[in-house]
């Protein structure tokens, strides 16, 4: 499986990851940017689809629903996300205000419903882990949003933090002990030339790799644990798409070191 992709910014929409490929059964996932001005048209078809604004000023129109002049944080590290859901079955348009940076993230849905606008206040924040392992997590589509699959939100480690860990997995229907959900990791790094490490190791499946994640990363997580761990001098960013079917979060944690949640 080839799980890390390094993506090089470009004017225009780049695809990333298409499901079918590298264990990856419904997520669908790209970066558009445009410049001032810019514009960029598509249909959700038969999937529900995200707009993640990482930075910049856009107007969206879902139909007749138009949003306008939504997001402005400057990048990821300047405030919370603003994002638009989009149910299957709805042609769009984003319109860049000023330049716009953002993750288009779709998967299969049946579920109908009209276009909503997740704006900063309705982000949900909170300190997870401690010492190392404090992190900040904002849920932007949790469990109770009308979603068929997805679950997102964006995760923040401060320089030397790390996050994910314990190294835990969702890579089994079993529950109440652990529910599948695929997942995609794209990353930011502040300051930009720095650097992070994700690890990606699964025993059952025999996979074990490390991988060197720089700003603009992204890392596929179809199976198996995933910690990660931001280099000292660096805040470390990800958004984070889940999706699953049922859509419900239950992790397992890697029993060698869940013993680290009781320090």
């Not at 769009?92 to 330049?99: D, H, L, N, Q, T």
């Not at 969702?170 to 690890?199: C, S, V, W």
């Amino acid at each position: 499986m080839n799980l890390f992709k390094q993506y090089a910014p470009k004017d225009g929409y780049t695809p990333l990851v298409k499901p079918g490929k590298d264990g990856i059964e419904f997520l669908e996932e790209g970066v558009l940017r445009l410049a001032a001005g810019g514009a960029y048209r598509s249909v959700s078809e038969g999937c529900e689809l995200v707009i993640v604004l990482l930075g910049g000023l856009a107007n969206v129109t879902v139909g007749g629903t138009e949003f306008l002049s939504i997001g402005g944080r400057a990048h990821v590290f300047a405030g919370r996300a603003t994002t638009v859901h989009i149910p299957p079955g709805h042609k769009f348009k984003i319109e860049a205000v000023g330049a716009v940076e953002a993750v288009l993230a779709k998967c299969p849905s049946d579920l109908a419903g009209e276009p909503r606008l997740i704006g900063p206040e309705k982000v949900k924040v909170s300190t997870r882990g401690k010492d190392a392992c404090e992190r900040q997590v904002h849920d932007i589509i949790d469990a109770n949003f009308p979603s068929k699959r997805l679950l997102v939100g964006e995760t923040f480690n401060a320089p030397g933090k790390w996050s994910s860990y314990p190294p835990h997995k969702h890579d089994r229907n079993a529950p109440p002990e652990e529910t599948r959900m695929e997942e995609i990791y794209f990353f930011k790094i502040n300051p930009a030339q720095g650097f992070g490490f994700q690890r990606v190791y699964s025993p059952e499946q025999k996979l074990d790799e490390t991988f060197v994640i720089r700003d603009n990363s992204l890392v596929k997580l179809p199976c198996g644990y995933h910690p990660v761990a931001a280099a000292p001098g660096y805040a470390l960013y990800y958004l984070w798409i889940l999706a699953g079917e049922p859509r419900k979060y239950i992790l397992y944690d890697d029993p060698d070191h869940q013993w680290v949640k009781d320090l």
